[in-house]
């Protein structure tokens, strides 16, 4: 079955803080996506990144950061020099990919400070 | 390009009605699926529309229902509400629904049933 696990339910950050969020997912199949997905208080959820499972590379886009490796089965997500505006609810998700579904974790809410 | 879009943004059902929700995608995209978030069940997928057929479903009883049209706008109906039906229910959409595809979120329908 497949699985992603956030284990932290909520982080507190004082701006300009970095704060990595962790995500550790379960899957038997050898080909597929890894998202993260952005839930501002108005409810949408932005799309943050993609990573299919053949493509290890480390991302780096501004201040965030996506460190995903295969061993481990996990794919954290650093957020550099935090600021409110970062604050909200943070998704880790698992799936095909496209209209197949896609499975979420519980979610990590972000509270940064000023 | 416009995001997907969804009406209304909230409502409020007593149980037993109906209700139906709309989703219109963005531009271009043909496949639709609708989610359900809940503070207690977190995102569950509901199920998935490409070219008027539904593709994919979720774990949810027959009350659920929805279609698609021709312009690939889709709509959800829930019959004979129940109280656990209260979520935010968000709709996604991507081109052709294939698993390298990105689901992009509307900002959701927020129900009430009391």
């Known amino acids: 079955a497949q699985k992603v696990t956030q284990a932290q339910t909520e982080i507190s950050v004082v701006e300009k803080e970095d704060v990595t969020l962790d995500c550790v997912y379960e899957?038997?199949?050898?080909?597929?996506?890894l998202f993260w997905y952005k839930q501002p208080p108005s409810g949408e959820l932005v799309f943050l990144i993609r990573?299919?499972?053949?493509?290890?590379q480390n991302e780096i886009s501004g201040r965030y950061s996506w460190n995903f490796q295969k061993s481990t089965s996990s794919f954290n997500f650093t957020i550099t020099a935090s600021q409110v505006v970062d604050s909200a609810v943070y998704f880790c998700?698992?799936?095909?990919?496209?209209?197949?579904?896609?499975?979420f974790g519980a979610g990590t809410r972000l509270f940064v400070k000023a | 390009k416009a995001g997907v879009t969804q009406t209304p943004r909230y409502l409020i059902k007593t149980r037993g009605q109906q209700v139906t929700l709309s989703c219109s995608p963005i531009?271009?995209?043909?496949?639709v699926s609708w989610y359900q978030q809940t503070p207690g069940q977190g995102l569950q997928f509901l199920f998935e529309?490409?070219?008027?057929?539904?593709?994919n479903k979720g774990n949810f009883p027959g009350r659920f229902s929805g279609r698609q049209f021709s312009n690939s706008r889709s709509e959800m109906n829930v019959s004979t509400l129940e109280l656990g039906d209260s979520a935010l229910y968000l709709c996604?959409?991507?081109?052709?629904?294939?698993?390298?595809?990105?689901?992009?979120f509307g900002p959701g329908t927020r129900l009430l049933v009391l």
């Open positions: 996604a959409s991507s081109g052709l629904g294939r698993t390298s595809e990105t689901q992009y």
């Open positions: 998700a698992l799936g095909p990919g496209g209209g197949f579904k896609t499975i």
């Open positions: 990573r299919n499972s053949f493509d290890e």
């Open positions: 899957t038997r199949d050898t080909t597929y996506y």
């Open positions: 529309y490409f070219s008027e057929t539904q593709r």
């Open positions: 531009s271009g995209h043909r496949s």
